[in-house]
């Protein structure tokens, strides 16, 4: 059973990639048809995403909009700018500012601290 979720899981991942692959080449073309199909791209990646439950790789993450669902090229359509603690993405199409922090080592969630303490406790009781 748990095998089977991950090879869905890859399966799903690859589909993500390859809609965002996609999305960016139809992105780049002038026709607004066709602009229109790259957005239709990264709704189908999300949705893949959400259905089955798999997180969109965070490189691809900054590259749409979380407002329009737009691919975002910077320069064309984005407009990035580094400030000292966060980068700021801008859609220049609907206005949606994005925030991302620089790497910075993140707190592990306290979900993961109680499963990591309930496996030592099983591993005490043998
Ligand atoms: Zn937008």
């Known amino acids: 059973m748990k095998r089977r979720r991950k090879r869905i899981e890859d ?6 990639e390859r809609l965002f692959e996609l999305a ?10 066709e602009r229109s199909r790259s957005d239709r791209y990264v709704r189908l990646a999300r949705e893949i995403g959400m259905r089955y439950r798999v997180r969109i790789p965070s490189h691809l993450k900054m590259r749409f909009c979380n407002g329009c669902y737009a691919f975002l090229i ?12 966060y980068i700021t993405t801008t859609c220049l199409r609907c206005g949606k500012q994005m925030r991302r922090p620089y790497k910075a080592p993140r707190a592990p969630s306290p979900r ?15």
């Open 74 to 85: 910077p320069g064309e359509n984005a407009r990035v700018r580094l400030r000292s603690d």
């Open 11 to 16: 399966i799903a991942l690859q589909r993500i």
């Open 24 to 33: 960016e080449v139809e992105a780049r073309k002038t026709d607004a048809k």
């Open 112 to 126: 993961k601290i109680q499963i990591s303490s309930t496996e030592s406790q099983m591993g005490n009781r043998d």
